[in-house]
């Protein structure tokens, strides 16, 4: 209970680091941000753990954002759109906005900002008060991996993170950045410490405190975490194996290790985080009417004949295309909302967020096989399994086997009755797809083909995550996804192969200037949206 009784006195030391990353327009958050979400006293705190409870939500509703203002802005018109799952059908901003290369910084703010107040800052907080305290030892490790889950999303957003330096103060006020290389060596670091701590418990009862602060699971939470973690550390390492083969190769076959707890495997380990409000898609697909279906996503599920394909979306109800899947290619020329209205809308979501499912691993490891990494097993059974577990998920076991054995369906080209020439280049949003690619397994097919195969069905498996969408779609260039038509980046943003990163905030200039300088420099390119990331190779060969 003394552990919990330091909340108090903690608190205040974050009102210096949340000034300097979040700016002074966001100051009076402070009292907000250094008090219980849930408003509880101390002595409730110690008596249910309520406190660290608390802390733990807030951070796990916001790895990815359950705010739907915050959403919307952080990835359904940043990452959703550029992993090719949905597109806007309002002109947003003139029609200059992220989806035409015209980056928004009021919007990708969002990205930075709220990841460091509502996920960073209350993980910090238990980590700080958990990894003395022998009693809490679980929480300890269960922090560390929300720490990882919700961090690595912003550094794959835009490169170098205030990560191992967060609360420290330098001598000029500001908050030093670590490279995005040095950031994934503590990635790695923080999930072996968690791993460690959760293989020696992984088979006892959750304690109260861990039943109370964990959103996910109902039961064997321990084991489950345990999973999460080392998928997570699979994720992480197959990001960088371009970049760095070795390091990747060391932590993917820590992960794939069964002596270290295993992985996601099972439907039943699928990690969803209960909301507290309704899912943000929900909101700004039908209340707002902002986001419809990808047009990427309706050429390859329809193409590919995929019945997963009505289990997410309903068909378009605008005369022109009614009774089809009809989806929306990001960065065209649109005139006006009505235009696209009636296209394919989102099937309702349930109110959770899904963080991580059992079909990516099982892709995860087909890629880790044809690398030839220890224990990961075949690719052809890992691939197959992968979409086995997909279908699974949907009801949809019975079809799972034809659909497998599919050798002949491939993408269908994205044709747009309704579209708006570009102006001076006259180019519609009609487009063929520029792949042909197919479902079927083949030992025979070369080494990048394979992968196209494996990133394509994960990339179909893990939907709705935009965030690993679009990092995998950096980092592999698969699926290959349509490119915009319409480009007003001022030649800062390639149309191929399109945006890589967001820049930082202007608050985090005006704020801690002289660390984002550094920052940029760690970058290796200019602070805008065709800087590629350290693990954003331009060579791809496998």
């Given at each position: 209970m003394d552990t919990i009784n330091k909340f108090k006195k903690y608190s205040i030391l974050f009102i210096a680091f949340i000034g300097l990353a979040v700016g002074q327009s966001c100051t009076d958050k402070f009292e907000e941000i250094n008090t219980s979400p849930v408003g509880v006293t101390d002595d409730q705190a110690n008596a249910d753990y309520a406190l660290i409870a608390s802390f733990l939500a807030q951070a796990q509703r916001?790895?990815?954002?359950?705010?739907?203002?915050?959403?919307?802005?952080?990835?359904?018109l940043c990452s959703d759109a550029y992993g090719g799952y949905f597109g806007a059908q309002a002109p947003f901003v003139g029609n200059a906005n992220n989806l035409?290369?015209?980056?928004?910084?009021?919007?990708?703010?969002?990205?930075?900002?709220?990841?460091?107040?509502k996920a960073m800052n209350p993980v910090y907080r238990v980590i700080e008060l958990t990894k003395e305290d022998q009693n809490l030892q679980d929480i300890?490790?269960?922090?560390?991996?929300?720490?990882?889950?919700?961090?690595?999303?912003?550094?794959?957003?835009?490169?170098?993170?205030?990560?191992?330096k967060y609360n420290v103060i330098n001598d000029d006020g500001g908050i030093s950045y670590d490279s995005q290389e040095q950031a994934y060596t503590l990635f790695f670091e923080d999930l072996n410490k968690a791993i460690d701590i959760l293989k020696t418990i992984q088979n006892n009862e959750d304690s109260p405190a861990m039943q109370k602060a964990d959103l996910a699971y109902t039961s064997k939470r321990y084991s489950h975490w345990l999973k999460f973690a080392n998928t997570l550390r699979l994720r992480l390492a197959l990001r960088i194996a371009y970049v760095n083969p070795t390091l990747a190769k060391t932590e993917g076959e820590k992960a794939l290790d069964p002596v270290n707890g295993g992985l996601l495997e099972n439907v039943v380990d699928n990690c969803y985080i209960t909301l507290s409000v309704d899912h943000p898609l929900n909101i700004i697909t039908s209340s707002w009417s902002d986001t419809r279906l990808g047009a990427p996503f309706e050429s390859i599920l329809r193409g590919y004949n995929d019945p997963r394909l009505p289990k997410l979306f309903l068909t378009a109800t605008d005369p022109a295309v009614a009774g089809q899947y009809k989806g929306i290619r990001s960065g065209i020329n649109i005139d006006a909302k009505s235009r696209y209205d009636n296209y394919s809308k989102l099937q309702p979501q349930a109110m959770k967020m899904q963080l991580m499912v059992a079909p990516e691993s099982w892709f995860l490891k087909a890629e880790a096989a044809l690398r030839g990494w220890s224990n990961a097993g075949d690719a052809k059974t890992n691939y197959e399994t992968g979409i086995d577990r997909s279908f699974e998920m949907y009801n949809l076991t019975a079809q799972a086997s034809a659909y497998?054995?599919?050798?002949?369906?491939?993408?269908?080209?994205?044709?747009?009755?309704?579209?708006?020439?570009?102006?001076?280049?006259?180019?519609?949003?009609?487009?063929?797809?520029?792949?042909?690619?197919?479902?079927?397994?083949?030992?025979?097919a070369t080494s990048a083909t394979k992968l196209e195969r494996i990133i394509t069905q994960k990339w179909i498996a893990i939907f709705p995550d935009g965030d690993e969408a679009w990092a995998e779609y950096r980092r592999t260039g698969y699926p290959i996804l349509f490119p915009v038509v319409v480009n007003y980046s001022g030649g800062t943003i390639p149309t191929i192969p399109g945006?890589?990163?967001?820049?930082?905030?202007?608050?985090?200039?005006?704020?801690?200037?002289?660390?984002?300088?550094?920052?940029?420099?760690?970058?290796?390119?200019?602070?805008?949206?065709?800087?590629?990331?350290?693990?954003?190779?331009?060579?791809?060969?496998?």
């Open positions: 916001d790895i990815i954002p359950e705010d739907v203002g915050e959403y919307q802005l952080a990835n359904n035409t290369y015209s980056l928004v910084q009021g919007w990708y703010q969002a990205i930075w900002v709220q990841r460091y107040i300890y490790a269960f922090s560390l991996v929300l720490k990882v889950a919700a961090m690595h999303r912003t550094s794959d957003k835009v490169g170098p993170i205030i990560y191992s497998k054995n599919d050798a002949t369906s491939m993408a269908m080209p994205y044709v747009d009755p309704k579209a708006v020439k570009s102006g001076e280049n006259d180019v519609a949003a009609s487009s063929p797809y520029l792949s042909k690619i197919t479902i079927k397994w083949d030992d025979a945006v890589r990163r967001m820049p930082y905030p202007q608050r985090e200039y005006n704020s801690n200037s002289a660390a984002v300088a550094e920052a940029v420099e760690m970058l290796g390119g200019q602070d805008n949206g065709g800087t590629r990331l350290w693990w954003d190779v331009a060579d791809k060969t496998f």
